[in-house]
Nanobody, 123 residues
Framework: QVQLVESGGGLVQAGGSLRLSCAAS????????VAWFRQAPGKEREFVAW????????YYADSVKGRFTISRDTAKNTLYLQMNSLKPEDTGVYYC????????????????WGQGTQVTVSS
């Protein structure tokens, strides 16, 4: 299995940028397709972005398309989420997650989760 630890969250003004990182340990990171999810207070956890094992394929939630970029560095066993043009509605706890195979936007289909990192965007 794999262990995931997120970092890079913080407080930023609307229009600003943040880069989140997710460090993986345990089983070889490249074995897993991975994704970012987020959860705002009082709301369900929602899909943000997904990347394939090789990093060659990605897809995004419509709400972040064109503003966020998911990437992975297999040599460093790290997943990233570059977030630009942040909006107050991007506020929430951001989680990285891994699954054994395939792709998808449903949180329950992911097996491994980090503890989350808080992102707060002020207006």
């Amino acid at each position: 299995q794999v262990q995931l630890v997120e970092s890079g969250g913080g407080l930023v003004q609307a229009g600003g940028s943040l880069r989140l990182s997710c460090a993986a340990s345990g089983r070889t990171f490249i074995s897993y397709p991975v994704a970012w999810f987020r959860q705002a207070p009082g709301k369900e956890r929602e899909f943000v972005a997904w990347i394939s094992r090789s990093g060659g394929n990605t897809y995004y939630a419509d709400s972040v398309k064109g503003r966020f970029t998911i990437s992975r560095d297999t040599a460093k066993n790290t997943l990233y989420l570059q977030m630009n043009s942040l909006k107050p509605e991007d506020t929430g706890v951001y989680y990285c997650a891994a699954r054994n195979s395939g792709s998808g936007t449903i949180a329950s289909d992911y097996t491994y989760w980090g503890q989350g990192t808080q992102v707060t965007v002020s207006s």
